[in-house]
């Protein structure tokens, strides 16, 4: 039985990694493919592409099996019955996630998940069995991911507008802002790769080490970064300025599908991992090395979600909500990266989903009210309000009937 558990398991592994792809690819490239700083195709070429590199090669290689801390491991010491409510949580948080992404809304793939493991340990040991002071802080996201992604991403717009866009001689205005925006840039990709990471570990760099290393490649690059620019843009005034931002704006998307690759497998994987564990071990672990062939085979499933079905919510982030450029874009795309960095070493527990599609919100709202569907952001956000409970719902009734079939 435990054979077919385990076979059973990695299916499901593959079924979820297919729909974080199919899902979260819009996070990072919904922007560009709007603004047309990217087509379609490329964005979901280039999308799978670092999503697979993120998942494999930068990815932690451990996880939790008592589900992240959500569950009181002294209510579920049965390692059968830990392997079949991980195969349960999976099975739920994936069909959740594929329901949303055949609406083409976008939900956070890890609230999915918390919400399957929620549903697992109400099964097994009641209501007691879920530590909810691990939950709350996960409803505060709902409200800090979005607005502060949102405020950033509308302040950094106004800031281009004022002191670019209304100048007379806006391209080179842009050129002369671009060591800025660049060396910003780079300093946040710089940063979220490098300080108290897998990667940054694995360099031995320490976070002192990191920042210093950040630094010096953002000054860098930020100047070489203009000279390129005012050499290879042969466009002027504001065809010139959008080029400069779609430059940017590709740069920064590509970093925030590595990041997602890195960071999102482990929704996937982790559970599989844990079955994984549990089957060469013969009890539960608190914590279990992954394999690189799970790693590496997330990356895979993720990348053919890209592939097949990204383009769906890829639609509703880019057009959905409100018009975007090259400017705008960018300010989305660094509004983003940045809230995610700054509130993911604070302790703050953000959702990139969420955050995108706040800043989106958020630039919208620089243009008025009018600029912004609310029709379509009242439906985004009923979507994130019932992650929860109808991933945690299915997974008793699967839970159920699994019990009722392996144990």
């Known amino acids: 039985m435990a054979e077919i558990v385990l076979a059973l398991g990695l299916l499901a592994g593959i079924y979820m990694a297919w729909n974080i792809g199919a899902n979260d690819i819009a996070n990072g490239m919904a922007s560009p493919v709007a603004a047309k700083a990217i087509t379609l195709r490329q964005a979901v070429f280039i999308g799978g592409f670092l999503d697979f590199v993120g998942a494999a090669f930068i990815g932690s290689h451990v996880t939790s ?17 830990m392997s079949v409510g991980l195969l349960s949580a999976l099975l ?3 069909f959740w996630v594929f329901v949303a992404t055949w609406k083409q809304l976008p939900v956070s793939t890890t609230h999915s998940i918390v919400g399957a493991v929620v549903g697992f340990g109400i099964v097994v ?24 992604a949102g405020f950033l991403a509308y302040m950094i717009f106004v800031f281009i507008r004022r002191r670019i866009l209304r100048k007379p001689k806006l391209f080179l205005e842009a050129l002369r802002w671009t060591p800025f ?57 504001e065809e010139g300025v959008e080029e400069i931002f779609r430059r940017l704006q590709v740069f920064t998307a590509c970093y925030v599908s590595l990041a997602h690759g890195a960071n999102d497998v482990a929704n996937a994987i982790g559970p599989v991992a844990g079955i994984f564990a549990i089957y060469k071990m013969g009890h539960i672990p608190q914590s279990a090395e992954v394999p690189f062939f799970l790693l590496a ?19 509703t982030i880019g057009h959905k909500i409100t018009i975007l450029n090259n400017t705008r874009g960018f300010s989305v795309d660094f509004g983003t990266a940045t809230s995610v960095l700054i509130a993911s070493k604070m302790g703050l527990p953000v959702s990139t989903t969420h955050a995108a599609v706040g800043a989106v919100i958020g630039v919208g709202l620089a243009g008025g009210l009018a600029a912004v569907d609310f029709k379509m ?3 985004i956000t009923l979507y994130w309000l019932i992650t929860l409970p109808l991933a945690a719902l299915p997974t008793i009734v699967i839970f159920k009937i699994l019990e009722a079939i392996f144990l």
Not at 65 to 81: C, F, M, N, R, Y
Not at 215 to 230: E, H, P, R, S
């Open 181 to 237: 925006f660049s060396g910003a840039t780079i300093l946040i990709v710089m940063l979220s790769l490098l300080t108290k990471t897998p990667l940054g570990e694995r360099l031995g760099l320490n976070p002192g080490a990191s920042a210093a290393v950040s630094i010096l490649f953002t000054v860098v690059l930020g100047f070489a970064a203009k000279k390129w620019m005012a050499k290879t843009i042969r466009k002027v005034e």
């Open 65 to 81: 099996t008592i589900s992240s801390g959500i569950l009181k491991a002294e209510l579920v010491t049965d390692p059968q019955v």
């Open 92 to 94: 739920a948080s994936a």
């Open 297 to 315: 085979g997330g990356g895979i499933f993720i990348a053919i979600g890209v592939f097949t079905w990204g383009y769906r919510v890829i639609e």
């Open 125 to 148: 040991g009641g209501v007691s069995a879920v530590k909810w002071g691990k939950i709350i802080p996960i409803i505060l996201s709902w409200l800090i991911s979005p607005v502060f």
């Open 377 to 379: 952001v009242w439906k």
